[in-house]
């Protein structure tokens, strides 16, 4: 996640007033970055506030799990079953339930059991062996109407039908509490400009190597290089990556790694294709049967070059 550390208008003229300037850190501590994305990060991986207060609600998991439900069991119990001895009156009760076309009454129809719809009724409870011999396997109905006036009758049909049907079996995303939070790392750090004579002169490694262990997949603590002059290789021992500094340290760079079966990424660099390609070639020789994953990234000694923007030609001009 990459945010700015803007403020509001209202906060920036009283900061003004203050006599403050952006960048000073009073300023600073007021940006949307460190007053808000910062710590609400933070809250979300250790599920509570710094006040110890935990977080309240749930977060949806993107996990489907299976529920146990209960299906809908309804008594129709304003009119008798006899009464109902037409298609048209049929279609009458038909016509107060959810999701059940009337088109599906026909003929006589003691029932309707319909495996496209997820509602069935039983007009007559004379006819309950062949309803309930026709509910087997429909495990898709959620929904079952019985016609009787008779509460007694209602439950001992509705058991009947649930023992057929069993338990309702719906997917359902799996919810957790916000209050539980993750398992996590959080690191910060900021991104500045950078000077481009300070990267003529090859001193703003140590400010492009977050971005390579950002490329690299973050695994693992962030490093830092050493101070004093730049190193011929950096290969930190929790990271999955590694970064050849100096193309005569290649036959040390090698043998620095021989022993890792963990890389992900190799960073050379040079200016030269060729001999990005012939070392791309010997470490792949060496290290890509125990690394089979390896990616190699060529990062030019301008180290500004691996990120310009929309450079190049184009019809017309110059992008």
Not at 203 to 229: H, M, Y
Request: charged residues 25%; glycine residues 6%.
């Amino acid at each position: 996640m990459v945010t700015n550390n803007e403020v509001s208008a209202e906060e920036s003229e009283d900061l003004h007033n203050q006599g403050l300037q952006p960048g000073s850190d009073p300023w600073e501590s007021k940006g949307i970055c460190r007053s808000i994305t910062w710590p609400r990060s933070k809250f979300t991986i250790l599920g509570h506030r710094d006040d110890g207060s935990p977080l309240s609600g749930e977060y949806l998991s993107g996990k489907i799990i299976e529920e146990e439900g209960e299906r809908n069991y309804r008594q129709i119990g304003f009119v008798d079953p006899s009464d109902l001895d037409s298609v048209g009156k049929k279609k009458q009760v038909v016509a107060l339930i959810d999701g059940l076309p009337q088109t599906l009454v026909t003929g006589e129809c003691p029932f309707i059991v319909s495996e496209e719809h997820k509602a069935s009724i039983l007009f007559n409870p004379d006819a309950a062996d062949d309803w309930l011999e026709a509910l087997e396997d429909q495990d898709h109905i959620t929904d079952v109407y019985i016609v009787t006036p008779v509460k007694r009758n209602f439950d001992a049909l509705k058991a009947k039908a649930n023992e057929i049907l069993g338990p309702l079996i719906a997917p359902e995303e799996e919810k957790r509490p916000m209050s539980e939070g993750f398992e996590a790392n959080l690191a910060y750090f900021r991104l500045d400009f950078l000077d481009p004579a300070r990267v003529a002169l090859k001193q703003s490694f140590r400010e492009i190597l977050p971005l390579l262990w950002l490329k690299a997949g973050a695994r693992g603590p962030r490093p830092e290089c050493p101070e004093g002059q730049l190193p011929r290789m950096l290969i930190p021992k929790a990271n999955t990556f590694a970064v050849l500094l100096s193309e005569a340290a290649l036959s040390a760079f090698v043998e620095g790694l021989r022993d890792r079966n963990d890389l992900t990424h190799l960073f050379l660099v040079t200016d030269d294709q060729d001999a990005f390609k012939d070392m791309m070639a010997e470490l792949n020789d060496h290290l890509g049967e125990a690394n089979p994953n390896l990616a190699f990234t060529q990062l030019y000694r301008d180290y500004l070059e691996n990120f310009f923007i929309n450079k190049g030609q184009v019809e017309g001009g110059t992008a």
